[in-house]
């Protein structure tokens, strides 16, 4: 069935340092990819969302270009700030009636001043 | 606008009582779901809806009962609460579609002792 794998933490990062989550997937087809991030204490919510092949998805300075060849969504920041800290999911849609997603386990990212 | 409104926002529950958690959303959304966020596991599927009358089991179903009565409410019941039970629950709605984003409330954090 349909699975994404993103690698696992915990990521501690100094303040400025170039941030890269992988993720990877499983999927008949060609699904629409997403990033989501939880910051503490909250629910999820929409970073960013690649819907094709070669798409790439930009917010708030991360990017993830998807990769139909090697079926790869990683997710990237030049420039990580301390606000960034919060866990980061890697999700796919897998269409069908059901509207629903399948998650990645989750990265939690922690920057250091 | 309230988005996705979850309540309670911290449950304890003694073995074999029962609940409901309250999710109801205020965007007019046709599919809403509950996810359970475990340590290690992301999230996983319990229960979705496409729609009002219309309920389906996800990836882990035992032991919890939805119903959707009407587009806004999609009530969570736990019957016999278990200490595996134990973990936070988000709801979460979307239009559906594959390019959607789907919108999660803040969470409910259940304890089962």
């Known amino acids: 069935g349909d699975s994404v794998t993103q690698m696992e933490g915990p990521v501690t990062l100094s303040e400025e340092a170039f941030l890269t989550i992988n993720c990877t997937y499983t999927a008949t087809g060609y699904p629409s990819l997403f990033w989501y991030v939880q910051y503490p204490g909250e629910g999820l919510q929409l970073l960013l969302k690649a819907t094709k092949a070669d798409d790439k998805g930009s917010n708030k300075g991360f990017e993830a270009t998807y990769r139909k060849e090697t079926t790869s969504f990683h997710l990237e920041k030049g420039s990580v700030q301390v606000s960034d800290s919060a866990v980061y999911f890697c999700?796919?849609?897998?269409?069908?009636?059901?509207?629903?997603?399948?998650f990645g386990k989750g990265t939690k990212l922690s920057v250091k001043p | 606008n309230a988005g996705v409104t979850q309540t309670p926002k911290f449950q304890v529950l003694k073995t074999g009582q029962s609940m409901t958690l309250q999710c109801a959303q205020d965007?007019?959304?046709?599919?809403m779901s509950w996810y359970r966020q475990d340590p290690g596991m992301g999230l996983r599927l319990i229960h979705y809806s496409v729609g009002a009358g219309i309920t389906d089991q996800g990836e882990v179903p035992n032991g919890y009962n939805v119903s959707r009565s009407t587009t806004e409410d999609f009530p969570l019941r736990l019957l016999s609460a278990a200490p595996s039970q134990t973990s936070v629950y988000f709801c979460?709605?979307?239009?559906?579609?594959?390019?959607?984003?789907?919108?999660f409330g803040q969470g409910t954090r259940l304890t089962v002792v």
């Open positions: 965007m007019n959304h046709e599919y």
């Open positions: 979460a709605s979307s239009y559906g579609g594959e390019t959607t984003e789907a919108f």
């Open positions: 999700a796919l849609y897998y269409g069908g009636s059901q509207g629903n997603l399948i």
